[in-house]
């Protein structure tokens, strides 16, 4: 009797497993689209300003006026990913025409006052398609938001290892010698912002622009990241001694820039992840400095002297090209 009861059951308790696990795929299906497209899935982990309040955030390089150009913050959750095919080469000259950029970089709005005026430092080298790319896609974001704002290309001699800090230290004191900069963005050339909402000016604090990176699957690492994309005032960028000037090799400023603003009692801002949303351009890993270690263990001693303060390097060459000022720098 048991038995042929068993035999009886059979059938359903199969049929009962196989539509169990049909609906456990379906929901766990659905719970891992919904963490997927949810837009703050990457929220949780770092404390940043909302999309609503960055206007309040940002430190205004000029007093406000009647005319004075509004920031718009339309809520944009970021743009297509980017790819170099997406925006095919233009002609430079005929891009700086056709977008009224003025010789070496330098663009305003003439229907409105900006309130912001700001210098983007690149440090470079060996990186021709990623420069074309970068020019290509970044003057139309910038005259989106109506800045003042003009681009430095700082580029590195072959003499020595490539020193990325010591470029952006070279880019800020270069700039100053040009006009009277309130704001600084430090920015790699192999990254794309991809958010209109994300303003490329200076907030009260020191900003880590680039916080949500595409091959960090828009994470951020660690806590402690000051790298990629970086917006300080020229007044804390002095406080802390600028870069520091012996990371030769891949690897270390970063955190030791991080360590600096720290040691002076700086916060580091952040904009929302889907804000702050980066695509980086393919390029090929550098060898990391076995060095770095050594040198940010040591870092905190050398941060009053080691950074503007005893900076030293020859310009080589330098040229007004139509879209950024490049400098050719021996370090």
Not at 18 to 38: K, N
């Amino acid at each position: 009797m048991t038995n042929n009861f068993l035999n009886f059951l059979k059938p359903f308790i199969v049929l009962f497993y196989g539509y169990a696990r049909i609906i456990s795929c379906i929901l766990i299906s659905i719970f891992l689209l919904s963490y997927c497209l949810h837009p703050d899935r990457f929220a949780s982990h770092y404390n940043y300003v909302k999309a609503e309040n960055i206007p309040d955030e940002l430190e205004k390089s000029y007093e406000q006026r009647d005319n004075s150009c509004t920031i718009k913050i339309n809520g944009n959750r970021g743009s297509d990913i980017l790819y170099p095919n997406k925006y095919p080469h233009e002609d430079p000259s005929v891009m700086a025409r056709r977008l009224g950029i003025l010789p070496g970089g330098q663009w305003k709005p003439h229907n409105c006052y900006p309130q912001f005026n700001v210098a983007i430092i690149l440090p470079y080298r060996n990186r021709d398609i990623q420069l074309a790319i970068f020019m290509n896609y970044i003057h139309p974001f910038l005259q989106l938001q109506n800045l003042d704002y003009k681009i430095f290309v700082i580029e590195q001699s072959p003499m020595r290892e490539f020193n990325r800090a010591k470029l952006f230290n070279v880019g800020y004191k270069e700039a100053t010698k040009i006009s009277n900069f309130h704001c600084f963005i430090f920015h790699d050339i192999d990254l794309i912002p991809q958010n209109p909402d994300n303003i490329y000016a200076c907030s009260k604090m020191p900003r880590h622009m680039s916080s949500s990176v595409n091959t960090f699957r828009y994470n951020l690492p660690y806590t402690g990241l000051f790298g990629g994309a970086t917006a300080i005032t020229r007044k804390l960028f002095e406080k802390v001694n600028g870069f520091s000037n012996v990371y030769y090799g891949w690897g270390g400023e970063d955190d030791d820039m991080y360590s600096r603003l720290r040691n002076k009692g700086l916060e580091v801002t952040r904009f929302a992840p889907n804000v702050a949303q980066y695509y980086m351009l393919t390029h090929k890993k550098e060898t990391p400095s076995s060095a770095r270690y050594e040198r940010l263990h040591s870092g905190e001693q050398r941060f009053d002297t080691d950074g503007i303060s005893n900076l030293e390097y020859k310009v080589l060459d330098h040229e007004l090209r139509p879209l950024y000022l490049w400098i050719l720098a021996d370090v």
